[in-house]
């Protein structure tokens, strides 16, 4: 059980039949009244996220959710499949459960796999991949306007924005959070 009262980011617990995890708490004493807990929490499943308020004293049970380390092995009709690296056993989820981020990942990357009670609810790829530039337009000598960018195609079909030094061939450092280019590998 965890109370109100000890709630810090990242705390996952059950309330109300569902797996909600805390983004934000704020411990509020106010001058008069009673004190309480002001929170922005995020349910686990959904992705929803709504602000709520707490009595310190509540006390809610905590939710465990399993964080795996799985390889990405390929996809075949809307299933994606990942391998354990610890038992080699397959296991497919369906491309609704994998998140927008997910379009940076090639075949043959580590990623996170989580699940509560043995139910898939999410894929967390690793925070910073490397991807080859497949298609783009070459750069305009002479144009050195700062922060000017340009489209262009990765290697694993994820369309993003990138300085106009970039080239077709070079390969990139990409943040997967914000999928922003941050640096040439």
């Known amino acids: 059980m965890v109370s109100a009262?000890?709630?810090r980011n990242g705390v996952t617990f059950e309330m109300d039949g569902n797996v909600v995890q805390i983004i934000e708490f704020q411990h509020v004493k106010p001058?008069?009244?009673?004190?309480f807990v002001r929170t922005k929490i995020r349910n686990v499943i959904t992705g929803a996220v709504t602000?709520?308020?707490?009595?310190?004293t509540?006390?809610?049970?905590?939710?465990?959710?399993e964080r795996k380390e799985m390889q990405y092995l390929y996809n075949d009709s809307g299933l994606y499949y990942f391998m354990?690296?610890?038992?080699?056993?397959?296991?497919p989820i369906n491309e609704s459960v994998l998140g927008d981020n997910f379009k940076f990942v090639k075949e043959n990357t580590d990623v996170k796999i989580l699940s509560y009670k043995g139910n898939v609810f999410g894929v967390e790829p690793p925070f910073f991949v490397e991807l080859e530039v497949t298609?783009?337009?070459?750069?305009?000598r002479g144009d050195t306007a700062t922060n000017v960018t340009k489209p262009a195609t990765l290697e694993t079909g994820a369309e993003i924005r990138v300085p106009i030094f970039i080239n077709e061939g070079d390969v990139i450092r990409i943040d997967?959070?914000?999928g922003e280019y941050m640096e040439r590998a």
């Open 5 to 7: 009262g000890d709630f």
């Open 31 to 35: 001058g008069k009244g009673a004190a």
């Open 51 to 56: 602000e709520r308020t707490f009595n310190p």
């Open 58 to 65: 509540d006390k809610f049970p905590t939710a465990f959710v």
């Open 84 to 91: 354990d690296n610890e038992t080699y056993e397959n296991i």
């Open 135 to 140: 298609e783009t337009e070459p750069g305009v």
């Open 176 to 178: 997967t959070r914000t």
